[in-house]
């Protein structure tokens, strides 16, 4: 069985009916510190958290005015625009007084299909854990459409935890785990501890939102499970509507687990090993040693560029006389690593005319 602290990276996925109160529309400030103090005592052991939210919608419609049906498209985005920044708010007060410092961080689908969008956001998230900073991730609700969004906050936090390489996933739910059945309907239904494949069974087995002020229900969260263990990351659902859920699901509360069979890094290198290479980058010597010790692929290293491709798109990486050393994802397209290769970092806005990351590959970007 897994326990919180062993994990480095932690993504939490907090639903709108366990912030927002149902009846008054009001938040739910006791429940809301109680998973502050759970946060800041994961922090305090070493571990980086991430808090996928909902909440905005429903915080929002109350303000307007809006009814509690489900609300047009048009409804829901200016609702989310009034909801965000109180959602925003809530989270710093809760957590400035364990001197944690928040970051709002608005998604949608594109910005993981998209693979420029992609990195930016990954570039993004690993810069506010490395300055210890807890991020608020929600879906963009007052700009997102139908075509575009996640859909539910599940599907999210799985994105989210694959992208930065988490190590486990947690769904704050209203039950306190996945069951063979509804439990509210079927005296019989049983809870599983751990579920090592999602079987066909397990699919049948799920059900649909039981909650007026949540989106996702059990066939989400599969969907969720699938994306974070085939990146390496375990997930738990449990009860959230326990004061401080986190510690319960700690001390062995009741919760099912997905178990990856992969690390993260592991499953990420697969991922990019598996992909089919847009163009070349040859290195030099020196770059050849300095990837083999676990560094980044800096500009200075390369001496030849093939191929046309754009950023975020795979690139094979050999040496001068063509031997393939492994793939990896550019930040730069093909006509900018042209301009860079064999310059220092430090040369890049010159040659670009704008600031550019310093690596060229990042070494988490890169299978060899």
């Known amino acids: 069985m897994a326990s919180l602290t062993d994990a480095k990276r932690l993504v939490v996925k907090i639903g709108s009916a366990l912030l927002v ?8 400030h006791d429940w809301l510190n109680g998973l502050a103090q759970d946060v800041a005592w994961l922090t305090g052991q070493g571990t980086q958290v991430v808090l996928v939210s909902s909440g905005s919608i429903a915080l929002g419609r109350g303000v307007l005015g809006l009814p509690a049906a489900d609300l047009a498209l048009e409804q829901s985005q200016a609702a989310a625009a009034v909801g965000q920044i109180r959602l925003a708010r809530a989270y710093e007060e809760a957590l400035a007084p364990h001197s944690i410092t928040t970051a709002q961080v608005l998604m949608t689908l594109e910005d993981s299909r998209d693979r420029r969008r992609y990195l930016n956001s990954r570039a993004t998230l690993e810069q506010l854990l490395g300055l210890h900073a807890v991020p608020i991730v929600n879906e963009n609700d007052t700009i997102a459409t139908d075509e575009i969004r996640f859909g539910d ?4 936090a799985a994105q989210i935890a694959a992208t930065i390489g988490a190590d486990q996933l947690v769904l704050l739910s209203d039950v306190d785990g996945f069951y063979s059945a509804n439990p509210t309907e079927d005296a019989t239904a049983r809870r599983y501890d751990t579920i090592d494949h999602i079987t066909t069974e397990i699919e049948d087995q799920a059900g649909d939102a039981g909650s007026g002020l949540s989106k996702g229900g059990m066939k989400t969260k599969l969907m969720a499970a699938r994306t974070a263990t085939a990146a390496g990351c375990a997930m738990a659902i449990c009860l959230g509507s326990e004061h401080r859920p986190l ?8 919760a099912t687990w997905f178990t990856a069979t992969l690390d993260p890094a592991s499953a990420r290198k697969r991922w990019i090993a598996a992909m089919k290479p847009q163009g070349t980058l040859t290195l030099d010597p020196g770059a050849i040693t300095a990837l083999s010790k676990g560094n980044s692929l800096l500009p200075a290293g390369v001496q030849a560029v093939t191929g046309r491709f754009g950023r975020g798109e795979p690139v094979a990486l050999t040496d001068a006389d063509g031997h393939q050393l492994g793939l990896g994802l550019t930040r730069y397209t093909a006509e900018e690593a042209h301009k860079i290769k064999g310059h220092h970092s430090a040369d890049i806005e010159t040659l670009l005319g704008y600031p550019g990351r310093a690596a060229l590959i990042h070494r988490d970007d890169m299978a060899l």
């Not at 109160?21 to 739910?28: E, K, S």
């Not at 510690?247 to 009741?254: C, E, F, Q, V």
Request: glycine share 20%; net charge positive; no cysteine.
């Open 153 to 156: 906050n599940d599907r999210l």
């Open 247 to 254: 510690a319960a699901l700690h001390g062995g509360g009741n």
């Open 21 to 28: 109160d149902r009846v008054t529309g009001a938040l739910r």
